[in-house]
T-cell receptor, first 112, second 107 residues
Framework: NAGVTQTPKFQVLKTGQSMTLQCAQD?????MSWYRQDPGMGLRLIHY???????DQGEVPNGYNVSRSTTEDFPLRLLSAAPSQTSVYFC???????????FGPGTRLLVL | DAKTTQPPSMDCAEGRAANLPCNHSTISGNEYVYWYRQIHSQGPQYIIHGLKNNETNEMASLIITEDRKSSTLILPHATLRDTAVYYC????????FGTGTSLTVIP
């Protein structure tokens, strides 16, 4: 099993550009989530999904959209990137909201 | 609001036991205690979890106090590769990670 995979590993964007961060898991997990990590802030939950077709907001959802059309994939969309979205983004999956979460390697995003 | 509290940093001599504390002041009866670590900006890695009883696996031991308001992660023989940030997230409806404890293992 590959576990949780994320692409790209690194990305540089200009303010106002859009992009999609990809996340996939092959563990048949129903629950998937996106976090961002900034220096001194720990991990903060952006959006999560408890199953295909179901998504909800976390602590810091503004500026991000998600969808969950399949169990395996949970993409994170930035419609109009801002410098405040410069961060490291982690995707995670688990069999339930309170179950052990498994994290991907992260995507490092720089918005100029 | 930090629902778990950890010291920001700790040092440990290589080969010695590392004991990392966590306070769970708002933990409820059915909420598990989880520990993760993050090595040099990699994705967080699951270490161990428990509800009431002490737990041990190949990576670490977890000691939970009887009132469940605090726990200690024990790395029995710390190595340089254990240098990382260690998190004990508050697990309620979601996982809430704080800023963790930065453990440095010193040669």
């Amino acid at each position: 099993n590959a576990g949780v995979t994320q692409t790209p590993k690194f990305q540089v964007l200009k303010t106002g550009q859009s992009m999609t961060l990809q996340c996939a898991q092959d563990m048949n997990h129903e629950y998937m989530s996106w976090y961002r990590q900034d220096p001194g802030m720990g991990l903060r939950l952006i959006h999560y999904s408890v199953g295909a077709g179901i998504t909800d907001q976390g602590e810091v959802p503004n500026g991000y959209n998600v969808s969950r059309s399949t169990t395996e994939d949970f993409p994170l969309r930035l419609l109009s990137a801002a410098p405040s979205q410069t961060s490291v983004y982690f995707c995670a999956s688990s069999s339930g909201t309170r179950e052990t979460q498994y994290f991907g390697p992260g995507t490092r995003l720089l918005v100029l | 609001d930090a629902k778990t509290t950890q010291p920001p940093s700790m040092d440990c001599a290589e080969g010695r036991a590392a004991n990392l504390p966590c306070n769970h002041s708002t933990i409820s009866g059915n909420e598990y205690v989880y520990w993760y670590r993050q090595i040099h900006s990699q994705g967080p890695q699951y270490i161990i979890h428990g509800l009431k009883n002490n737990e041990t696996n190949e990576m670490a031991s977890l000691i939970i106090t009887e009132d469940r308001k605090s726990s200690t992660l024990i790395l029995p023989h710390a190595t340089l590769r254990d240098t990382a940030v260690y998190y004990c997230p508050h697990v309620a409806d979601q996982f809430y990670f704080g800023t963790g404890t930065s453990l440095t293992v010193i040669p």
